[in-house]
Each structure stands twice: as C-alpha cells, then as structure tokens.
T-cell receptor, first 113, second 115 residues
Framework: AQSVTQLGSHVSVSEGALVLLRCNYS??????LFWYVQYPNQGLQLLLK??????LVKGINGFEAEFKKSETSFHLTKPSAHMSDAAEYFC???????????FGSGTRLSIRP | KAGVTQTPRYLIKTRGQQVTLSCSPI?????VSWYQQTPGQGLQFLFE???????NKGNFPGRFSGRQFSNSRSEMNVSTLELGDSALYLC??????????????FGPGTRLTVL
C-alpha cells in the first residue's frame, strides 16, 4: 500500500526566502510522485511530477522537487518565495498507472512581506 | 481550450436527501476521476471512469456512485446524505486511462453542505 506524509501542516517564510515543503512516501513499488497546489476556492493544479528518469524534476512557477529513493522523500523547493506562492500544497503518490493517487494531508504555505 | 467544469458550484441539502454532481472534462479527455476534500480527511479518491467504465474505486460506501456518458461527461450521486458528506467534491480529467501518470486537470469543485 502507498502512503504520503507531509511534515508541517503550515509553513511560513519571508518573501524572497527559500521555500522547502517536505514530503515522505511509502510504496512497495517504484512510485509515481506528484506535487499539486490549490489556491483558495479553486481546484488543484499540477506543479510537477516524477515518473521515471531524472530525479530532479522542474515544475511550473519556479518550483522543483528531488526524488530520493534512499530517503523515500520528494521535497518541494523554490529558491525565492513570492507573495503569489501563498496556497495549499499537496504531495501525492501512485504505485503505477493502474493505481489510484493517494494525497498527503497538505501544507499551507504563508508568505510574510 | 475550456477547462474542467463542474456544476453546480455550491449546493445545500438536508440529511437523507440525495444529490447529483456533474463534471464536464476537457475536450478530448476520456478519463474522469472524482475526489472528496474535507478538512478532517483531506483529499480522498472516490472513483475513476474511463470510456464509460469504472476502472478504479476508493473506500467509500455504496451511497456514493458515479457514471460516465459517451461524451465523457461524468456524474456522481450521493444518496441518503449524511452530515459528514459535507465537503468539496473535485473532478479531474486526463487524456488516457492510467490517469495517475497523465496530468490530471482539476475543476473548481462543487461545495456540498449537508444540514
């Protein structure tokens, strides 16, 4: 079975500071990993995904994530936070193309001026 | 290209009633998935349809059902509503089966309140 743990339900950073949102997964098979963002009163938008190949994945809006199999982690980073990055972020895992997606509990990112 | 649309956006029902939510996927997308989002349980997968067939199902009671039409539009139905069914219901579409490895595009959701 697959599971996802997002460390920290709320993260606050200053504008211009590094953003680091943590995600650890559990999977008995090589996983497919995703990061989604949800702005208030909106659906989810895919930031990036890892399926196979390069372990450093670049996504939209300057975000990237690195798949570390030895640490079972898929942390999301952005070098410099912008006020518009304030939103809820979800890490998700799937075991295969035939498996459902399991979402983490989400991390709310706040940006301080 | 128009995005995923969900109707209605907001809905208020009372316990015991039933409700039908609608989702129109992006043109050309054949896979539609449904999710329930609540503050307590987070995002939970309900089911996925592809070419009018349910291909995957989450751990929800039989009161939750869905279907997909030949034009890929999908509906989900909840019968005998309970207070705990109050949630944001999200629909997502993707081009092919195995939506988990395709990019899923989400609609804005339907906010269901059960009184």
């Amino acid at each position: 079975a697959q599971s996802v743990t997002q460390l920290g339900s709320h993260v606050s950073v200053s504008e211009g500071a590094l953003v680091l949102l943590r995600c650890n997964y559990s999977s008995s098979v090589p996983p497919y990993l995703f990061w989604y963002v949800q702005y208030p009163n909106q659906g989810l938008q895919l930031l990036l995904k890892y399926t196979t190949g390069a372990t450093l994945v670049k996504g939209i809006n300057g975000f990237e994530a690195e798949f570390k199999k030895s640490e079972t982690s898929f942390h999301l980073t952005k070098p410099s936070a912008h006020m518009s990055d304030a939103a809820e972020y979800f890490c998700a895992v799937s075991a295969s193309s035939a498996s459902k997606i399991i979402f983490g509990s989400g991390t709310r990112l706040s940006i301080r001026p | 290209k128009a995005g995923v649309t969900q109707t209605p956006r907001y809905l208020i029902k009372t316990r015991g009633q039933q409700v039908t939510l609608s989702c129109s996927p992006i043109s050309g997308h054949r896979s539609v998935s449904w999710y329930q989002q609540t503050p307590g349980q987070g995002l939970q997968f309900l089911f996925e349809y592809f070419s009018e067939t349910q291909r995957n199902k989450g751990n929800f009671p039989g009161r939750f059902s869905g279907r997909q039409f030949s034009n890929s539009r999908s509906e989900m139905n909840v019968s005998t509503l309970e207070l705990g069914d109050s949630a944001l219901y999200l629909c997502a579409s993707s081009w092919a089966q195995g939506a988990q490895t395709d990019t899923q595009y989400f609609g804005p959701g339907t906010r269901l309140t059960v009184l």
